[in-house]
């Protein structure tokens, strides 16, 4: 069976569209009341053709000053080797890695208010890898975000970067080692001896990118971390393909992106965020086109591309099985 654990960093596949609806001061947006709030953010869906519908959620009617919770993902852009192209000679029009010979990828699970989506990316991504390497789909596999989070020394509460080297080195033990906790904690409070309990990968690289080698990765070796600028009005995302229609950036957010489809062009992402962004916290967005991902330049915290205008696509060198 073909298994490599991948990570796909740096693209803004949210940033498609620009503003086209004003925004509000969350004082006035307390004031109108959520109906109001929520008509420009319908209207502009409507006026740009947009195919996502919008609502009330669990985090939309966050104040402003709590968004920055949300996210978490840091700019800091990872460096590595480069690693070989996948060995793919034609990809499939769609692939759902939670339907694709069974269901490869684990429940999601919520931050809270602890800005540690790159945490949660990441436990995803190694989640889906080891199912694949034991060919166990649908298995009930929950590894510890909180020992991510408070001994991996690549983050905090206050965000993280999607950084391999706790994964190859220590790994992940279950999440009874170490709960939850929706803070930093200390890794002197997991529970003694987690080490002989961890999942690890076996090695690392990069990619340069086009979306044809997304799709490849994504494709022949299972989900990917990756990020997304996060805007204001995904926090109202009820389902659809979301494309951003508006809205302030609330800055980048880790995801897992779990699959494709050609034919309505869009990718699928797994996300933290909180319970009721989308019906089962997946949802579909716009497939990033090759033409529009040459003509991007790095925004004012370096979180499109990087300075050899190269995205990252990190994965697990040891063909399994």
């Given at each position: 069976m073909k298994n490599r654990f991948l990570f796909l960093s740096t693209v803004a596949l949210a940033a498609l569209a620009a503003a086209v609806f004003p925004l509000n001061s969350s004082a006035e947006t307390d004031a109108a009341g959520p109906r109001a709030r929520l008509r420009p953010v319908r209207d502009a869906i409507r006026s740009s053709g947009a195919r996502w519908t919008a609502g009330e959620t669990s985090v939309s009617n966050l104040p402003e000053s709590e968004w920055h919770r949300l996210t978490g993902?840091?700019?800091?852009?990872?460096?590595?080797?480069?690693?070989?192209?996948?060995?793919?000679?034609?990809?499939?029009?769609?692939?759902?890695w939670r339907d694709n010979g069974g269901n490869f990828v684990t429940?999601?699970?919520?931050?809270?208010?602890?800005?540690?989506?790159?945490?949660?990316?990441?436990?995803g991504a190694l989640e889906s890898y080891v199912l694949r390497k034991?060919?166990?789909p649908g298995a009930d596999l929950d590894l510890s975000e909180q020992v991510y989070v408070s001994c991996s020394s690549v983050g905090s509460c206050k965000g993280g970067v999607l950084f391999p080297?706790?994964?190859?080195?220590?790994?992940?033990?279950?999440?009874?080692?170490?709960?939850?906790?929706?803070?930093?904690?200390?890794c002197a409070d997991a529970k003694p001896g987690w080490e002989g309990q961890a999942h690890k990968i076996d090695?690392?690289?990069?990619?340069?990118?086009?979306?044809?080698?997304?799709?490849?990765?994504?494709a022949h070796y299972g989900p990917l971390p990756t990020s997304m600028q996060v805007y204001s009005d995904l926090l109202d995302y009820k389902s659809g393909i979301y494309t951003r229609?508006?809205?302030?950036?609330?800055?980048?957010?880790?995801?897992?992106?779990?699959?494709y489809n050609d034919e309505e062009e869009y990718f699928i992402s797994q996300e933290q965020l909180g319970h009721g962004l989308g019906r089962e916290r997946f949802f579909p967005h716009r497939l990033l086109p090759d033409a529009f991902a040459r003509s991007l330049r790095p925004d004012h915290r370096g979180l499109l591309l990087n300075d050899e205008r190269r995205l990252k696509i990190w994965f697990n060198l040891r063909r399994a099985g």
């Open positions: 993902l840091d700019s800091t852009p990872p460096t590595g080797p480069q690693a070989p192209e996948p060995p793919v000679k034609w990809l499939p029009r769609a692939v759902d429940p999601a699970r919520q931050q809270g208010g602890c800005g540690s989506c790159w945490s949660f990316a990441m436990t034991r060919n166990t080297l706790f994964l190859l080195r220590e790994g992940l033990p279950p999440e009874s080692a170490y709960p939850y906790i929706e803070a930093n904690g200390s090695g690392w690289g990069m990619v340069s990118p086009s979306l044809s080698k997304i799709k490849a990765a994504l229609v508006g809205g302030k950036r609330l800055g980048g957010h880790a995801v897992l992106l779990v699959g």
